[in-house]
């Protein structure tokens, strides 16, 4: 069994996002566009401060409302960047700006984000990646890897024997293959 599904159930942090959330599939964008910015603001650190700083997070970032976010200004930066209940990168914060505008973009070519991932689906991990790193600002290979796993586009996110892996198979994930049908 992956430690993850070892080491969190039972956690205060881990365990809620472990059991009900992490690998989980959905279709709404403010959850989305939570976990690629959750995601982005991992990067180098752990993710145990990201779930720790997830309501600051919430809060300084305007629930995730992605047009909220798109429309935020200089003064928006200065504040995040004084903003002690979150991480505060100064690239990170603008990539997570810039990506809302995007997602804003996607609705345009594909009524949103959700119908974006679908539409790219299924690709390998490489490809994946390759398509963020071409779409959003600060995703690489992990940034990618787990979010995609987290909202059930590629798999990983939970061990065979993880009770929590079946309450996902019911779902039926995307990366499960055509057909899979999802609406958390």
Same mark, same amino acid.
């Given at each position: 069994? /992956?430690?993850?599904?070892? /080491?969190?159930?039972?956690?205060?942090?881990?365990?809620?996002?472990?059991?009900?959330?992490? $690998?989980?599939?959905? *279709?709404?964008? &403010?959850?989305?566009?939570?976990?690629?910015?959750?995601?982005?603001?991992?990067?180098? +650190?752990?993710?145990?401060?990201?779930?720790?700083? *997830?309501?600051?997070?919430?809060?300084? !970032?305007?629930?995730?409302?992605?047009? %909220?976010?798109? /429309?935020?200004?200089?003064?928006?930066? @200065? *504040?995040?960047?004084?903003?002690? &209940?979150?991480?505060? #990168?100064?690239?990170?914060?603008?990539?997570?700006?810039?990506?809302?505008?995007?997602?804003?973009?996607? *609705?345009?070519?594909?009524? $949103?984000?959700? #119908?974006?991932?679908?539409?790219?689906? =299924?690709?390998?991990?490489?490809?994946?990646?390759?398509?963020?790193?071409? %779409? !959003?600002?600060? &995703?690489?290979?992990?940034?990618? $890897?787990?979010? +995609?796993? /987290?909202?059930?586009?590629?798999?990983? @996110?939970?061990?065979?024997?993880? =009770?929590?892996?079946? &309450?996902?198979?019911?779902?039926?994930?995307?990366?499960?293959? =055509?057909?899979?049908? !999802?609406?958390?």
């Amino acid at each position: 069994m /992956s430690s993850y599904c070892l /080491s969190a159930p039972g956690h205060a942090f881990h365990g809620p996002y472990h059991d009900r959330e992490y $690998g989980f599939p959905t *279709r709404d964008e &403010t959850i989305l566009f939570e976990r690629l910015a959750m995601e982005i603001m991992q990067a180098g +650190l752990s993710w145990l401060l990201i779930l720790k700083k *997830r309501d600051g997070l919430n809060k300084a !970032f305007a629930g995730f409302h992605v047009d %909220t976010v798109a /429309s935020f200004t200089d003064d928006d930066v @200065a *504040r995040l960047l004084g903003d002690e &209940t979150i991480i505060r #990168n100064r690239l990170k914060i603008l990539a997570i700006i810039e990506n809302a505008k995007r997602l804003q973009a996607m *609705r345009e070519t594909h009524t $949103g984000f959700a #119908n974006w991932l679908a539409a790219c689906h =299924p690709l390998t991990k490489a490809e994946w990646v390759k398509l963020f790193k071409k %779409t !959003f600002k600060f &995703t690489g290979g992990e940034i990618t $890897g787990e979010f +995609l796993m /987290s909202v059930g586009y590629l798999p990983g @996110a939970h061990d065979g024997a993880c =009770p929590v892996s079946n &309450t996902i198979m019911d779902i039926a994930p995307p990366w499960m293959g =055509p057909g899979a049908a !999802f609406y958390v």
